[in-house]
């Protein structure tokens, strides 16, 4: 509830709206108790006096009424109708729309069908046959434009509700013995909810609008009942000669109407899941920087991560998803990064360019140096012009990464073009030159397909062309191949490996797979919450694990013609890192734990190229 207050007055015309509706919300709640005159008490010989004359604030109308009384019980009788009218078609629309929705079929095309004949008039026409028929009178203008906004309920809730009720959550409660009662009210209610009270608040307003419109043309409330319509009505003959009752009675309905209107939409943005998840929290474009501690000095090395630190700060809580880890890499080097998932290894990967968003992530710690450069808290065109250029990715997700709207070389173009000044043409070239690096066949005809028409090896290939495009130096490669099958996969790993010899890239390969790792990298860094619990060269680490973890995962992969041996999976679950145990975080599932594992922080530690932070590793590392 904060949150979406909060999400709300980020909305700065939404508070506007929010601020002017509650006034005029909140006057005419308290209208019987102010000391207004009566609204009815005409005085012929006073009408049309002019605003601020003395005893009438907003002077009179045409029978001598006191318009300042006449204003706020008009108003409340506005509000009031368009309330209701919205309560009615919500309620009687979202039950249709939820019942045609769940059972479908039949029952459905009936609901409908009426429906459809309702929204085939024009509803003010509608709403004006609906009063002829019942009778002018608010309560029947009410009914009447309840009824016209019916469809507009039911058509919106009948569409997401058919998406929900395929829902496996939905086949679960029917399996459970649910009655369709229960489901509908407990399980497909709650979820429409939202898009009902977004739906009220866009349309409240119209409401108002339209009640307002049959009064004017005096369908709707009856003398000496009064509505803001019925006002502007009466005002109307007298427009020319004495325009302030008219103009004042304007005023309000513009003040109502706009200021519902602003809020419904801030209440739209603010409890849409889809705008929710992101587009209105706004993430910054490069990652949040609050470094403490000193800063380590640069290395040789062609990209050096050192003591990063990365932290995502929800409410409260801190989670640590990056821990002190230290990785480097050389040019032509391939580095595998291994750990279990939500270990943080594509926090770390991320962190490097400044992708991680923010809020939540922050980098607290630590730097990322690029050929000595710090770029934790680089401006961001700086980090920007690397981006793609000096240090691309590969991620797990291919068809997620391609614009689905877009013909792949478009896509290969534009990543060209946004780093080099070169023509359409000149970039087509480099595209289809791409598509042949990467193994694509007739890459000339291919560059014209769009995404879907592709097979998921073949739209890796294409993410991998799009990370070659500029040349990078570093490739950070986060589960390139989790999404595809095997053969596929040993194809994109041969890929890569061709690359990295050819072009003398550096390649992060991250991923949970040992077996991947044997067959790529020089070096691994195995992380576990965040940390780096062991790091060496992969035929060092594979022959001997120093790290019960590692071991646990090593024994996780099976091999060909080994007969049978028992595959080990890692019993319990990874801790989550907002609230790590002290000292070794594995130990609480590992059989060699002993209670000082538990204490105090364990190091690094180890001689050569083999490091690892236990205090009773597997092996004694040389
Ligand atoms: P993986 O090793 O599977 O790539 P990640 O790097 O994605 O793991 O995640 C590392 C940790 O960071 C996880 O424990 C995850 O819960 C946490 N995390 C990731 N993104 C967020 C976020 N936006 N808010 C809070 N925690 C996050
Ligand atoms: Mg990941």
Redo the contacts with the bound molecule.
Sequence with gaps: MMKFIKLLFRNQLAAVGAVILSIIVFLALITPFLPLQDPGATDLPNKFLPPFTEGHFLGTDHLGRDMLSRLFWGTRMSLWVGFVAAMIAATVGSAIGITSGYFGGRVDNIFMRFVDMLMAFPYILLAMAIVAALGPGLNNALIAVAVVNIPFFARNIRGITVGLAQREFVDAAKLAGMGHTRIILFELLPNVLPVIVIAMSTTIGWMILETAGLSFLGLGSQPPQADLGSMLGDARDDLFTDPHPSVIVGIAIFLIVMSINLLGDGVRDALDPRLRSGALSRPLPSTMVDRGGDIPTPTEDLLAIQNLETQFHVGNRIYRAVNDVTLTVKPGECLGVIGE?GSG??VTALSVMGLVASPPGVITGGAVRYEGNDLIGAPYEKLRQMRGDKVSYIFQDPLSTLHPLYRIGDQLAEAIQSHHPVSNAEARKRAIKLLKDVRIPNAESRIRNYPHEMSGGMRQRVGIAMALANEPEVIIA??PTTALDVTVQAQILALLDDLRRDRGLAIIF?THDFGVVAQLCDRVAVMYAGRIVEQGLTDEVLAHPAHPYTKRLIACVPELGEGRRVLAAIPGLPPIVSDLPPGCAFAPRCDKARPECSQGDIALEGAGSQTVRCLYPEEDIK
């Design positions: 998932s290894k594509s986060d589960e991250i």
